[in-house]
């Protein structure tokens, strides 16, 4: 059994930074060794992930990209999944795809200020290896992965908002927060209204938020993701700032879906 | 309880899958639950399932069953998880008298406590009108996942929708004093039944007894609200749908302990920023270190209630 913690010594634990307690989450591949160049996941479909996504470039598999979701989604629809590639020291991009959904990629980032995680959801269609992938100045791609078993079905079936019509009133509004972290940075959350259809469900069409930036009130990008259509409905995202990126202030959150409609709003702390 | 989650497995993937575990079946066994049923009362009977998840190993038989032997006839307190199960049933009660069926009452939609319908009369199946509306909505789902989670226990389960309507009010049938309290929280309508001969209470899912509470369909201010009416009952024992039978209050007690510290625990962590994957990672208190499936069953409840506790948080 696990021992007991104070939920608030827990929260600020996360918040500045340790990672959670691993009994109740897996958190990368079990490796011995913290790097290795055979698939850890083991996965029939690695060999295809690696041409699609890295060619000829070397790839290894490094514990540093860590990648943390539950060992069964619960909710095809939703699985949470935090990516978190600051132990790489210089990582700034991130790839994230699924090898099994039918849609592979689910998103990637570009942490120009923020640091390189991210927390969000996504639909799997069935059990996957999740992996995040970083390229290093060296020209090495380094990957982390987790297999998630999921009974299936979150690509292929249509958002409940593609059934509802309130959405539409409320397409791309933005709710968010920014909290203080105790390492002097800060952390944002964000979830914008969108139906993030796949295209995969009989008739209904693709429809899907392509681009999102969180800026300061200055304009500095802090972070820049673009998503695909495993991004779960109605996106949520966890975005961490080092205190040299924290400005205490409002933050801007732009974007567009793939319809061309902007995404345009203020988090506010 | 509750299902993990409610997909529509296709039948091609469903039989698949059960060919997959031909090879388990040739050396399994003949499925027979062993139902024993036990005497709690004067002619009230409980049947108790084991406290842990649904599985091929216990094919579905972790939900607790009653009955009570009236003048003219037998109540039926839930059917179980499979048509195997309402069948094994029906051969239990025989053993313990020749009297008809009078009423077989769902006290919930949730598919253990249903799925067993179609071993019984089909005049004698009741529930309330909420739980007859999601057995005809969510059945069929339900029912999928039943076959993923046990196999072939399931064979030839299909979903019957009781046609009788049970409303709130003390009655008498087959010459019994009873009592439908319909309440609410852990679905949308939990019927608690009042055997006032005996005083005895099966209290539905509403009570776990050392088996950890499922959340896919809860409300749990409503459930909480539940519980304190549960515990103003003065009754000698009451039935859980999960767990022994009990002659105190405790698993009343343990039962909202366990749902005060969940919905705390979702809302201060939605309050403090958390991401779920964070959420997910949370220790269980050693106060609920003897309640099965804690660890699993929190983490279920995570990805059920923290949707709604996180967008409460960013609107404030
Ligand atoms: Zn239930």
Redesign the interface.
Known sequence: ?????T??A??LA??AGSS??????QTTAGVQTIQSVSDPLDSPRWEDMRKMFFGDAPVIFDERVRV???RIA???M?V???VDASALGDARSVLVFADFNPIIKVLEFQATHARPSL?F?LKLQQSSPVRAAVLGSDGIWRVGGAWITA???GCTLPSTGSSSPEWQERLNEV???I?SRVDGGE?V???IIHPMDTGLAAGIPVFHIEDLALADSAGRKLIEIQTFEPVSENP?F?IDLPPEATSGGRLHVSGRDNNGNRIDAWVTP | MGDTMITSVPRALLTLLLSALAPLLAQANDFDYRLAPRMIANDVYALIGTTEDFSFANGGNIVNSGFIVGPSGVIVIDTGSSRRYGEQLLAAIATITDKPIALTINTHHHPDHFLGNQAFPPDTLAATPETIHGIRTEGEGFSANMYRLNGDWMLGSEVVVPAKTLAAGRIRVAGRDLEFLPLAGHTASDLVVIDHDSGTVFAADLIFNRRAPTTPHADIPRWLAALDTLEAIPAKRWVPGHGEVSEDTAPIRHTRAYLEWLADTITRGAEAGLDMTEMLAMPIPEAFADMNLAASEFRRSVTHLYPAAEQAALKR
């Not at chain 1, 959670?20 to 989450?25: K, M, Q």
């Open positions: 059994m696990i021992r007991h913690a939920l608030a827990l929260s996360l918040l959670a307690g691993a009994a109740n989450l943390s979701a539950p619960e909710d095809s939703n949470p999944v935090t927390g959801r009974t299936g079905g709710n968010g927060r909290w952390r959350r964000m979830r949520s966890t």
